[in-house]
């Protein structure tokens, strides 16, 4: 499965903040800063595997578009339009839907997101056995 990190900090009402990380894990570390980022272009389909922090242990494939173009202002101010592909293009799509407060299961069929819940309780469950 291919891997990003990445945060979605809330600073006040206006601002929409999204960090990138898609280096590899043992590399240089290269942020991508985005505030207000939207998507203005999307094209093809993507079906990667896909977890989140927010869903912890759970992993699926999700239909993304494979290519988009993101609009979004640097920490400058300064406007930056990116083509994205892969996982840079899964990885905005993904957190920008955290900023609209969907997760990456909401984007499943029914039968799979109830087997996510389950996983979920369980795991809930048998974290509060160890504590
Ligand atoms: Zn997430």
């Known amino acids: 499965m291919a891997e990003f990190r990445s945060a979605v900090p809330h600073v006040g009402e206006s601002r929409r903040l999204i960090i990138i990380d898609i280096s590899p894990q043992d590399g240089p570390r290269n942020l991508i800063v985005a505030v207000n980022p939207e998507i203005i272009l999307r094209d093809g389909e993507a079906h ?6 927010s869903v912890p242990e759970y ?14 202002l640097d920490l400058d101010g300064k406007e930056v339009v990116l083509d994205c592909a892969g996982l840079l293009a899964i990885a905005f799509q993904h957190e920008i839907d955290h ?3 969907i997760l990456f299961i909401d984007h499943l069929s029914p039968l799979k997101k109830s087997m996510c819940r389950k996983k979920r309780k369980k795991t809930m469950a048998h974290n509060q056995e160890i504590l």
């Open 99 to 101: 900023l609209d407060g």
């Open 59 to 72: 992993y699926s494939r999700v239909e993304s578009n494979a290519c988009i173009k993101v609009k979004y």
């Open 48 to 53: 990667e595997e896909e977890g989140c922090l």
